[in-house]
C-alpha cells in the first residue's frame, strides 16, 4: 500500500485507494469544506476525517480518527472486507450503511439527522431524529427524538418518541422507554438478556444455573410513568421493563456474573488504550461482537429462564 503523508484535494474530491493515509484529512480552506472523499480501495487513515461527503465504494477501511461530514456518510452494499471506525462518526444528515456481504465496526458513538445500519457493530450509542437498525448489534443504546425501527438486532436500551419491534429482538439492559406505545409487527419476538451469563455466552463455557433470557411482552411488560417539572409540566413516558420479576423473584445471583465487565468493555471499546480481561479470557471487542452476532443469526440458542415466581422458594430467600 502507498503511504500519504498529507492528502491533497483534487478539485471537488479525494479518491483513496491502497493508501495508507499518515495525517488528518481535514480542509484547510474555505474551499475544501464543500470536498468529498470517495474510498475506492483498500485504506487505513491514522487521523481524523472531515468531508462534505464521504463515500465508501469498497473496503477493507480502517479510520483510526474521528469522522464528521456535512451531509453524508454513504457504505455500498456490495463492499467486501472488514470496515472498522475506533472514533466517534458523525454526520449534519444521515449516516446510510446497508451492508449485505460484509459487517461495519463502530468503536464509538455515530450521531446525525438519520441513521440506517444493517450488519454492523456499534461500541457505543446511535443517536438521531430517525433511526433504523437490522441484523445490528447496538451496545450501547439508540435514542431517537422521532422514530425508531429495530429488526432482527441486539440493542442495549433504547428511548424514542415512536418504536417499531420486529423479527427477534434483544435488550441488555433490563429497561428501555418510549413515548407512543410500541408497536410490533406479527411474529415479532423481544428478549430480554440481563439475565443471561454473558461470559458463558462470549468464551463458550457453560452458563450458570438458572441464566439465560426473558421473554417479553409488550402489554404485560410496559408501564406508564408520569413525569413533572418545577413548573408542574407533564411528560408521560413509557418504560418497557422487566427489572420488577428480577427484583421480585431475587433467585438470581447476578453480582455473580461478569455480564458489567463484558457490557462495558464492549460500549468503551474506542475509548480503552488496552485489552482487559476476567477469569475467562480478555475481553475483546470483536469477540463479543462476533458472540452477539452468533444470537441475532441463529448459530447460538440462549435458554429460556422461567420468571414463574414459587411463593414458598421466595420466602426462604428472604428469610
Known amino acids: 500500500m502507498e503511504k500519504l503523508k498529507t492528502v491533497s484535494f483534487n478539485d471537488q474530491k479525494v479518491v483513496l485507494n491502497n493508501n495508507i493515509v499518515e495525517s488528518d484529512i481535514l480542509p484547510s480552506t474555505m474551499k475544501e469544506l464543500g470536498r468529498d472523499v470517495i474510498i475506492e480501495g483498500e485504506t487505513i487513515i491514522k487521523g481524523a476525517v472531515f468531508a462534505r461527503e464521504l463515500q ?21 452494499t456490495d463492499c467486501v472486507g472488514e470496515i472498522l471506525f475506533r472514533k466517534a462518526v458523525g454526520s449534519g444528515d444521515s449516516v446510510s450503511c446497508l451492508l449485505s456481504k460484509t459487517k461495519a465496526f463502530f468503536l464509538a458513538d455515530i450521531s446525525a439527522k438519520k441513521i440506517i445500519l444493517k450488519n454492523a457493530f456499534v461500541s457505543g450509542s446511535v443517536l438521531a431524529d430517525e433511526i433504523d437498525i437490522e441484523n445490528c448489534v447496538i451496545a450501547g443504546g439508540a435514542f ?30 433490563p429497561s428501555a ?50 413525569l413533572y417539572t418545577k413548573d408542574n409540566d407533564k411528560t408521560v413516558v413509557r418504560m418497557f421493563s422487566v427489572a420488577g420479576k428480577v427484583m421480585v423473584s431475587d433467585l438470581l445471583k447476578l453480582d455473580e456474573l461478569d455480564n458489567h465487565f463484558i457490557l462495558r468493555a464492549a460500549s468503551l471499546a474506542g475509548h480503552l488504550e488496552k485489552t482487559y480481561g476476567i477469569a475467562s479470557g480478555e475481553l475483546d471487542p470483536m469477540k463479543i461482537a462476533t458472540a452477539f452476532f452468533n444470537v441475532i443469526e441463529g448459530r447460538t440458542d440462549i435458554p429460556v429462564v422461567d420468571m414463574k415466581i414459587d411463593i414458598e422458594n421466595l420466602k426462604k430467600e428472604l428469610a
Open 177 to 226: 422507554f418510549s413515548v407512543e406505545p410500541i408497536a410490533a409487527t406479527g411474529g415479532a419476538e423481544i428478549w430480554n438478556m440481563a439475565t443471561t451469563d454473558l461470559g458463558a455466552l462470549c468464551f463458550g463455557t457453560e452458563a450458570k444455573k438458572g441464566c439465560g433470557k426473558i421473554r417479553m411482552n409488550i402489554e404485560n411488560d410496559s408501564t406508564v410513568i408520569n
Open 144 to 173: 431517537a427524538t422521532k422514530r425508531l425501527s429495530i429488526k432482527d438486532s441486539i440493542v442495549g436500551t433504547f428511548n424514542a418518541t415512536s418504536v417499531l419491534l420486529s423479527g427477534s429482538v434483544y435488550l441488555l439492559m
Open 56 to 76: 465508501v465504494k469498497a473496503a477493507p477501511l480502517q479510520v483510526e480518527g474521528a469522522v464528521y461530514v456535512h451531509n453524508e456518510l454513504h457504505f455500498n
